[in-house]
C-alpha cells in the first residue's frame, strides 16, 4: 500500500548503490558526492569528519535515507526516535499527509512508522553500507562518522523489551541477525569490491551507537525527564544528550518573537509553556547530570531544540495540532541556545536542531555549538544535496570545544534584522500551475506558465548566463515588446511559480536579467531589427491598423503587428510616447532612457505615429482607411474615495504633476494617500520626496498584509519612511485631518481577504492634503461611439470587442493592467487579427545542459556561494523537484530511450505518503498518487490506486491506467499501451532494474 514503507533488503540495497553509481555516477539520486580527505574531530569516544547531519525524522528513517545523507557530506546522524508504540499501532495515528515544508515546516508524526526491530535493522544496514562505501569511494575515513539514537517517550516504554533491545542492539549489533546477514553479503560480494577487502570487513566496529538523545513528549514531568536520562546514562553507559522543547522560553518570549518577525498567524496558546519544563527545574536537573556523566566518563548535553507545537488553523495538515520547525524555529532555537550558554557559561555541550541551513551553519559552529542536525531545509528542492554545499562551507573551520558565549549571543540579536528570519509581510502568492500534473513528461518550466506572456524565461536567462546578451534580447523579444520597461517595473508573477524561489527569497533573478539583457543587447540588436525588413505572415495582407493610445500596450500591439507585416499608425493624445510609464512613474523607478529604448524597438517595423491628436471615435478612423482599430488607452478616469466632506486630489494627476517637476507646496505637509495598490505606493513614496512635507501616510481599511501591493512595493515604501494607518476607513477632512473610522477585521471575502468591519469608533489622521488612489476607471467614449458592449466595470468582452475590426488591449481591455498583462493584450491582438506567431525561441526552453542543471540543483545563494549568475535551475529541462524532497527516494527519474526527458516513476515500497512531494510539484498534482508507480506486489497494488505496473516474472506488466487494469508484453510496440508509458516500463525494466523488488 502507498502508506506502507517496505524496507530494501542489504542485498538489493546494495545491488542499488552499485548499479546506480556505476551507470550515473550517483547514490539515490545524489550527484554531489562529498569526499572527506582530511582530519576528523573526537566526539564521545569516536570521531567524525563533519559535525552535521540529518536530524531525528523523515530523512533518518529508513538505511537509503542515511546513504543518501552520508555520500552528500553528512557524518553526524540522529536516528529517527523509537518508543514503545511501533508500527501499525503507531502509523494509524498519523494523519497523511503528514509533512508541509513550504516555507517554515509543519509535521504531525514524531516517530518511526517502522517497528522497532525493523528500524535498527535500518540503522545497522545503513551502518554497513556507510562503511563499506567509505572504503570502496573513497568517502573518507571508516570511523569518520557517528549514529546517534533517539529514544522515547517515558521510562516504561524505553525500559520495555523490544526497546531495550534495540538500545542494546544498537550498543553492541554483533550478535543480531541483520548484522550477520550484511556481514556474510559483504564478504561473499568481496569480488565486487575494489578497495573492500575481507580484513576491512572483519574491522567493522558492531558498537554501531554510543550516544543518544532522549526525546520526551510534551507535558513529561521534569523527574520524569531526569530519570530517563539517568537511567541511560548510569545503566545503559551512554553518552546522553536530552532534547528540550522552546516552550523552556516561556509563552511571552515565544509569542513576542514571533510576532516581531511576521510569524503572528502561528496560532498557539499557553498550554505547553505552563505543561513543559520549566527553565528554574531544567537549570538543576542538568546540572546533576553534568556531575553524573563526569564522574561515569560520559558526556552530557542538551538538544536544541524539538519541533514546537501549534495549531492548525488553515488546514495546513489533517489534524488538530501540528509542529513547527525550520527559519522560524531558529528564532527561538538560538535564544535558547543563548540563555543556557550564559547560564552554563559555556560549559554544557549543545548539539542544536531548529532551522540550520547553509546560510547560518557555519556561524553555528564557529560558535562552538555541534553537532548540528537538520531536517526542513533537506525536506525542500535540493535536497539531499543541500548537504554538500554545507561539507564544503565548514571546510577549515576550527572547532571549538566549549560554546562561545558572546559569538551566540551575536547570533541570536542578528536574528531581529535579518531578512533570513523575517516573514514577508503579505502572504505568498500561489505556486502551483492550474494544470494537471501529467502522467509522463512533465518537466516544465513553471515560470514560463506563470507569466502572462508565456515569455521563454529559461532561454534567455541561460543566454545571460553564457555572456550572450544579444541574443538573450533577442529571446526576450520573441514575446515581450518591452524589455526595458518589465526588466525595470513588471511585477513579475513568474517569480512566485520559480523553484529556485524555495531557495532563497524572490527565486532566480527573472527580471534583473531581462533588463541586464536589454541594456546589454539594446544597440547590436536594435540595428537588426531596422535592417531586416517584417516578416510578413498571410494574415497581415492589406491590413492598415489605427492603434489608440501611446502607451505601453500600444506600442506593443504596433511592435507585434509591424513585425508580422501590417501597416501601423499609434494615435497618442499626449505630445510623448510611453504612457503611465513616461507621465506618471517616477524617474526614481524607471529612467526616462529606458523608456526611450523600449519605444525604439517598438518603432523599429516602420510603425508611424502620430502625437497631440485626440480620437472621438472609430468611425473618424475608418473613414481614413484604417481596416482595424485597436483601443489602447489607459485607466486615466479618476477614482473617488467617497468622502462625505473636504477635498481629494486624484493620484494620476497628483503623479503626473509631480514629475513634470509642478510646484506642489499647496499640499502641505501631511499628505495622506487612502488605497493600498502599487500606484498607492508610488504615489506616496513620491510625496515622502516633495520639499516641505513632512509626513506620508497610507491608509487602508484592512491590514498590511491584505493589501493588494506586491511585496517589494510595500518594502521600498516602509524603508521610505512612509507610515501605514491600518484598518481605517476614511470619512472627511477638514482643518487638517483626516476623520476615520476604525474598522476590525472579519470573514474572508470572495477575493480571500477578511472583510473590514466598521466599529463605530473614528481617529484622527492629520492631513493637509488626501491622495485618492482606489478604483481609476477607463474613458469608454471610443468604446461608446463603436457600439462595443462594455461590463459594469466598463471592460469590453474580451481583446475581440464583438465588434468587427474593433480591438482592445491594455487597461481598456481589463481594468487597471500590469505592463506585462497589457503585452499580453497586445498578442492576443496580433494572434487574432493577423496570424502572429510567438514561438521563435519555444524550444530553446531545453537550452540548458542536464549537467549544468544538476550542477545548480542544492546550492544556497549565501556568503560563501553568492551564485552571481541568474540562478536559474533549468527546470524545463531538469525539474525533478518531487525526487529532491522526497526523504526515503520514493520518487526517482529517469533516461527512457526514445524520450527526450526524464521521467519520474514512483516507487510505491518506499512511499508513507508524507505528501511532500505534492507540495514542491510545480502542477495541480500530487506526486506520490499522480505520477507512474512501480509496485513491488500484487497486494501494494491491489491495495493502491495509483496509476503505475507491477513487473511480472515472464517479462510482461501487469498495468493499471485511466482505462483499468490489464497485463501487456511491453517489448510489442502495438500492445496498447501509450507509447510513453510502455516506453518507461522497458527502460526500468533493463536499466534500472535495481528498483524492482526481488
Not at 185 to 197: P, S
Not at 678 to 685: E, H, I, K, P
Request: charged share 25%.
Amino acid at each position: 500500500m502507498s502508506d506502507i514503507m517496505r524496507p530494501i533488503p542489504f542485498a538489493q540495497l546494495m545491488d542499488w548503490i552499485f548499479a546506480e553509481h556505476e551507470t550515473h555516477g550517483s547514490i539515490f539520486g545524489v550527484r554531489k558526492v562529498v569526499r572527506h580527505e582530511g582530519g576528523a574531530d573526537p566526539i564521545f569516544s569516536e570521531r567524525i569528519e563533519t559535525p552535521f547531519g540529518p536530524a531525528a525524522g523523515p530523512n533518518s528513517q529508513l538505511a537509503q535515507n542515511i546513504v543518501a545523507s552520508y555520500v552528500a557530506g553528512s557524518r553526524f546522524f540522529e536516528l529517527k526516535t523509537v518508543q514503545v508504540m511501533d508500527g501499525e499501532e503507531l502509523s494509524r495515528c498519523v494523519a497523511k499527509p503528514c509533512i508541509v515544508a513550504e516555507d517554515e515546516c509543519y509535521n504531525c508524526e514524531w516517530s518511526t512508522e517502522l517497528t522497532v526491530p525493523d528500524a535498527m535493522d535500518e540503522y545497522i544496514k545503513a551502518w554497513w553500507a556507510c562503511k563499506l562505501l567509505s572504503r570502496e569511494f573513497g568517502l573518507g575515513a571508516a570511523d569518520g562518522f557517528v549514529f546517534n539514537m533517539s529514544v522515547g517517550y517515558d521510562l516504561e516504554g524505553i525500559k520495555s523489551p523490544k526497546v531495550d533491545a534495540y538500545i542494546e542492539g544498537m550498543k553492541d549489533a554483533s550478535a543480531t541477525a541483520i548484522w550477520a546477514e550484511c556481514r556474510s553479503w559483504a564478504l561473499a560480494n568481496l569480488g565486487r569490491f575494489e578497495h573492500v577487502d575481507e580484513a576491512f570487513v572483519g574491522s567493522v566496529s558492531p558498537h554501531v551507537s554510543t550516544s543518544v538523545t532522549e526525546s520526551t513528549l510534551h507535558g513529561c514531568p521534569p523527574d520524569e525527564i531526569e530519570r530517563i536520562a539517568t537511567y541511560l546514562i548510569r545503566e545503559k553507559h551512554l553518552n546522553t544528550y536530552i532534547k528540550c522543547n522552546p516552550t523552556l522560553l516561556g509563552y511571552d518570549y515565544a509569542r513576542t518573537r514571533l510576532d516581531g518577525l511576521g510569524f503572528d498567524y502561528i496560532a498557539f496558546d499557553d498550554r505547553h509553556f505552563v505543561e513543559d519544563l520549566q527553565w528554574a527545574d531544567a537549570v538543576p536537573m542538568f546540572e546533576r547530570l553534568m556531575k553524573l556523566t563526569g564522574e561515569l566518563g560520559l558526556a552530557f548535553g542538551v538538544k536544541l531544540t524539538n519541533t514546537f507545537p501549534v495549531d492548525v488553523t488553515a488546514g495546513e495538515l489533517p489534524s488538530e495540532e501540528m509542529y513547527m520547525s525550520g527559519r522560524s524555529l531558529y528564532a527561538l532555537t538560538i535564544h535558547l541556545a543563548r540563555r543556557i550558554s550564559e547560564q552554563f557559561a559555556g560549559k554544557l555541550r549543545i548539539s542544536y536542531s531548529g532551522g540550520a541551513d547553509a546560510r547560518n551553519i557555519r556561524g553555528l559552529y564557529e560558535a562552538g555549538i555541534w553537532p548540528i542536525t537538520m531536517a526542513t531545509t533537506v525536506l525542500k528542492p535540493g535536497g539531499y544535496e543541500r548537504f554538500s554545499q554545507i561539507a564544503h562551507i565548514l571546510e577549515g573551520v576550527t572547532r571549538k570545544d566549549s560554546v562561545d558565549v558572546a559569538a551566540v549571543a551575536a547570533l541570536d540579536d542578528a536574528v531581529a534584522t535579518s531578512e533570513l528570519y523575517k516573514k514577508p509581510i503579505k502572504p505568498a502568492k500561489p505556486h502551483k500551475l492550474s494544470e494537471p500534473l501529467p502522467l509522463t513528461s512533465c518537466f516544465t518550466a513553471p515560470c514560463r506558465g506563470g507569466c502572462p506572456i508565456k515569455q521563454d524565461i529559461p532561454a534567455y536567462l541561460h543566454a545571460v548566463d553564457g555572456g550572450d546578451l544579444d541574443e538573450a534580447l533577442r529571446i526576450v523579444l520573441s514575446r515581450n515588446a518591452l524589455p526595458h520597461i518589465t526588466g525595470n517595473l513588471c511585477p513579475h508573477p513568474c517569480g512566485s511559480k520559480c523553484e529556485r524561489a524555495f531557495y532563497e527569497p524572490g527565486g532566480a533573478k527573472i527580471r534583473e536579467s531581462k533588463l541586464v539583457a536589454a541594456h546589454g543587447g539594446f544597440e547590436t540588436v536594435l540595428a537588426e531589427l531596422r535592417a531586416s525588413p517584417a516578416a510578413p505572415v498571410p494574415g497581415a495582407h492589406g491590413k492598415r491598423v489605427a492603434v489608440v493610445g501611446g502607451g505601453p500596450a500600444g506600442l506593443a500591439t504596433a511592435f507585434f503587428l509591424t513585425r508580422a507585416g501590417a501597416e501601423v499608425t499609434i494615435i497618442e493624445r499626449a505630445d510623448t510616447l510611453g504612457g503611465v510609464a513616461r507621465l506618471v512613474i517616477p524617474e526614481f523607478r524607471i529612467p526616462a532612457a529606458d523608456i526611450d529604448a523600449d519605444v525604439a524597438l517598438c518603432l523599429a517595423f516602420g510603425a508611424k505615429v502620430q502625437l497631440g491628436r485626440e480620437v472621438a471615435s472609430v468611425e473618424e478612423l475608418k473613414a481614413e482607411g484604417f481596416t482595424d482599430v485597436v483601443v489602447c488607452v489607459g485607466a486615466w478616469a479618476p477614482g473617488h474615495v467617497g468622502l462625505e466632506y473636504g477635498r481629494e486630489h486624484d493620484v494620476l494627476e497628483f503623479l503626473t504633476a509631480a514629475k513634470a517637476g509642478e510646484d506642489l507646496s499647496a499640499l502641505g505637509t501631511d499628505i495622506v494617500i487612502v488605497g493600498a495598490g502599487n500606484t498607492a505606493m508610488d504615489a506616496a513614496r513620491v510625496a515622502k520626496r516633495l520639499p516641505g512635507v513632512e509626513n506620508v501616510r497610507i491608509v487602508y481599511r484592512r491590514t498590511k498584509r491584505y493589501m493588494p501591493a506586491d511585496e517589494e512595493e510595500l518594502r521600498e515604501a516602509l524603508e521610505d519612511g512612509v507610515e501605514f494607518c491600518e484598518l481605517l476607513a476614511p470619512k472627511g477632512v477638514a482643518d487638517g485631518a483626516l476623520t476615520c473610522e476604525r474598522m476590525a477585521l472579519g470573514e474572508p471575502d470572495d477575493s480571500g481577504r477578511r472583510s473590514p468591519v466598521p466599529t463605530g469608533e473614528t481617529v484622527q489622521v492629520p492631513a493637509t492634503a488626501v491622495i485618492c488612489a482606489v478604483g481609476e476607471h477607463i474613458e469608454d467614449g471610443v468604446y461608446a461611439s463603436a457600439g462595443v458592449e462594455l461590463d459594469r466595470k466598463g471592460r469590453p468582452a474580451g481583446c475581440a470587442t464583438g465588434v468587427d475590426g474593433v480591438w482592445a488591449a491594455g487597461d481598456c481591455r481589463r481594468g487597471p493592467a500590469t505592463f506585462v498583462e497589457a503585452i499580453a493584450d497586445a498578442q492576443q491582438v496580433a494572434m487574432a487579427m493577423v496570424g502572429a506567431s510567438f514561438d521563435a525561441y519555444a524550444a530553446a526552453n531545453a537550452a540548458a545542459t542536464v549537467e549544468g542543471c544538476y550542477e545548480r540543483k542544492g546550492t544556497l545563494a549565501c556568503a560563501e556561494s553568492p551564485c552571481a549568475n541568474s540562478r536559474c535551475l533549468g527546470c524545463a529541462r531538469v525539474c525533478e523537484a518531487c525526487c529532491d524532497v522526497c526523504p526515503n527516494r520514493a520518487n526517482v527519474a529517469i533516461e527512457v530511450p526514445g524520450l527526450a526527458q526524464h521521467q519520474v516513476v514512483h516507487v510505491d515500497g518506499m512511499c508513507n505518503e508524507c505528501g511532500n512531494c505534492a507540495v514542491f510539484c510545480p502542477w495541480e498534482g500530487r506526486p506520490y498518487k499522480d505520477k507512474l508507480t512501480l509496485f513491488w506486489s500484487a497486494e501494494d497494488m491491489d491495495n493502491s490506486e495509483n496509476r503505475g505496473w507491477l513487473p511480472l516474472a515472464d517479462g510482461t506488466a501487469r498495468v493499471r491506467l485511466a482505462s483499468g487494469v490489464a497485463t501487456y508484453n511491453v517489448e510489442d510496440a502495438s500492445c496498447g499501451l501509450p507509447e510513453e508509458v510502455r516506453l518507461t516500463i522497458l527502460a526500468v525494466r533493463d536499466s534500472y532494474g535495481y528498483l524492482i523488488s526481488r
